[in-house]
């Protein structure tokens, strides 16, 4: 611009140019209001004499809270894992030429996802009402070789894992349904053409490439089991909200206990948001680190493994 302006006889000033941010009042006001709302409300929770963070301070990490806090990850991990098999089962079923199986595989779906939660696990909490005895012999009242007492194994923690397990079976079928229908037939034509067979084809081909779509839904589900469990409370699953309430039932601050339990989910799921968030640039496309990239194409010898991990 400079030699422009020179060659022309005009100052260079006269080139300049100034860029100017319109005002935004209204989004400084927002700001502000966003501001002064949160100070305000952290500032009344905080003085609040009737919240006692005294007995919150004394029962975060408390003995029966911890042991409440271990059944909920596990009712979590659990639930989760066998809700995944669950899920991939019927999301086959769901996708097979057999009509019998699709039939089936969507009356599951249907059903347990109509039905609310809670109320499936009350009705396996008391499943003993409809079945006293669980036996395993010849059906259609042949003889039983082994016989239990529905009541000595359908427990509070059965029952929730039952529950919670069939449920989220139901939302993770259609969760890995639309993952494998996201991935190009193509590539199904490609397996098959150097001789893989069906289950080699989904384990190997598919899924893999599915799981860009599957991980983002999943770890929702992941997060709101965590929380979900919390309803296994009304049938004394012994979870971090059932010993809450326990506690609370005891000393009457129920504020104070169901502060202690929501600070506890917060660690969870905030825990659960990070893991989510590395799984998810693990599987997106062009997730691998530009140095890593740069090295690949520019360093001789690096090629194929580093652009895959």
Same mark, same amino acid.
């Given at each position: 611009?400079?030699?422009?302006? =020179? ?5 260079? *000033? ?5 860029? !100017? ?26 003085? $609040? ?6 007995? #919150?301070?004394?029962?975060?990490? *408390? ?29 086959? @079923? ?40 669980? +036996?395993?012999?010849?059906?259609? *009242? ?7 007492? !529905? ?7 059965? =029952? ?6 069939? $449920? ?12 494998? /229908?996201?991935? *190009? ?6 397996? %098959?053409?150097?001789? @893989?067979?069906?289950? /080699? ?7 893999? /490439? =599915?799981?860009?779509? #599957?991980?983002?839904?999943?770890? $929702?589900?992941? #997060? ?8 296994? +409370? ?6 971090? @909200? ?7 039932? =005891? $000393? ?14 917060? %660690? ?42």
């Amino acid at each position: 611009m400079k030699g422009s302006g =020179a060659a022309s006889g005009v100052p260079d *000033d006269e080139f300049a140019f100034r860029v !100017t941010r319109r005002p935004r009042p209204a989004r400084w006001f927002a700001v502000l209001a966003a501001v002064l709302v949160t100070v305000w409300l952290g500032y009344t929770v905080v003085v $609040n004499p009737n919240l006692h963070w005294d007995v #919150i301070a004394d029962h975060q990490f *408390d003995a029966v809270i911890l042991e409440g806090l271990w059944v909920t990850v596990q009712l979590t991990l659990v639930s989760m894992t066998a809700g995944i098999v669950i899920g991939v089962a019927v999301a086959v @079923m769901q996708l097979s030429e057999n009509p019998v199986l699709r039939v089936t595989a969507s009356a599951y779906t249907w059903f347990f996802r109509g039905t609310p939660l809670l109320v499936q696990l009350i009705f396996w909490f008391n499943l003993a009402l409809l079945f006293p005895v669980i +036996s395993i012999g010849v059906p259609f *009242d042949g003889p039983k070789l082994v016989e239990w007492q !529905t009541n000595a194994v359908i427990t509070g923690f059965v =029952a929730a894992l039952l529950g919670l397990s069939i $449920n989220e079976g139901a939302y993770l079928a259609e969760i890995v349904r639309a993952g494998i /229908q996201s991935v *190009d037939p193509g590539q199904r034509e490609a397996g %098959a053409t150097l001789g @893989m067979s069906n289950r /080699q084809i989904l384990a190997r081909v598919i899924l893999p /490439q =599915a799981m860009r779509v #599957i991980i983002p839904p999943f770890g $929702n589900q992941f #997060i709101s089991m965590l929380k979900t469990t919390s309803l296994v +409370s009304v049938i004394a699953g012994a979870d971090l @909200m059932t010993v809450s309430q326990h506690l609370y039932l =005891a $000393n009457f601050e129920v504020i104070a206990l169901l502060m202690v339990a929501s600070l506890w989910y917060l %660690a969870l799921t905030t825990v659960a948001s990070v893991a989510q968030h590395f799984i998810e640039r693990r599987y997106s496309p062009g997730a691998a680190p530009l140095r890593r990239r740069m090295l690949t194409n520019l360093v001789p010898g690096r090629t194929g493994k580093g652009a895959a991990s």
